[in-house]
């Protein structure tokens, strides 16, 4: 991996952890094996079990965490940079937009279908993904009392603007075109 020009060696449990996301959000939980996951890491059952003993839900949760933090880093900046709640949204909403035109996907920005596909299986996947939303929910929030909304109001158009990013993060994905994150950045804090 290389970090600020510098090439550094990644820790086994983080490697895994970044296969292993990859790998989830790609095929969902139950599309990869962990006979897949140990291959893609080049590593034994043994090793893997060293660094995750509850086996691939563990594994799934220490995933969901590492996206969480790279998620709500990468959200933070940009609305740390914007003055106001609408330019910070519409700055996120083109860096969506121009990833999935560049890169054909924004795997990295949603975590929908292990929610739909586990949360009603796991009660600890389930309240990682919660927390995960929560985090985000928090940085609209925040931006959005600053601009001088009141807690209900910021309250509800976190909930709004959490909800429909992902959702049409979801529908771009679906139909293959930026489209639906173009309409939702236009019409999100116009009304």
Request: some cysteine; hydrophobic content about 40%; aromatic content about 6%.
């Amino acid at each position: 991996m290389v970090c600020g020009g510098v090439l550094r060696k990644m820790d086994t449990k983080s490697l895994i952890i970044e296969i292993a996301t990859k790998l989830f959000q790609q095929k969902g939980y139950k599309g990869v094996g962990l006979n897949e996951i140990l291959k893609a890491c080049n590593m034994t059952k043994g090793a893997l079990y060293h660094h995750f003993p509850n086996g691939k839900e563990e594994l799934l949760i220490a995933c969901l965490q590492s996206l969480s933090e790279a998620i709500t880093t990468d959200i933070e900046g940009i609305f740390n940079k914007y003055p106001t709640t609408k330019e910070a949204t519409n700055a996120m909403m083109e860096k969506l937009i121009d990833r999935f035109e560049t890169e054909g996907t924004i795997t990295g920005y949603t975590f929908s279908s292990i929610v739909s596909e586990m949360a009603s299986l796991s009660d600890p996947v389930r309240n990682a993904c919660a927390l995960l939303y929560k985090k985000i929910q928090d940085i609209y929030f925040n931006k959005l009392i600053a601009d001088g909304f009141s807690t209900g109001q910021a309250h509800a158009k976190a909930v709004m603007m959490n909800a429909s990013i992902e959702g049409g993060i979801m529908l771009c994905l679906a139909e293959n075109k930026a489209e639906p994150l173009r309409i939702i950045s236009e019409q999100l804090l116009n009304s």
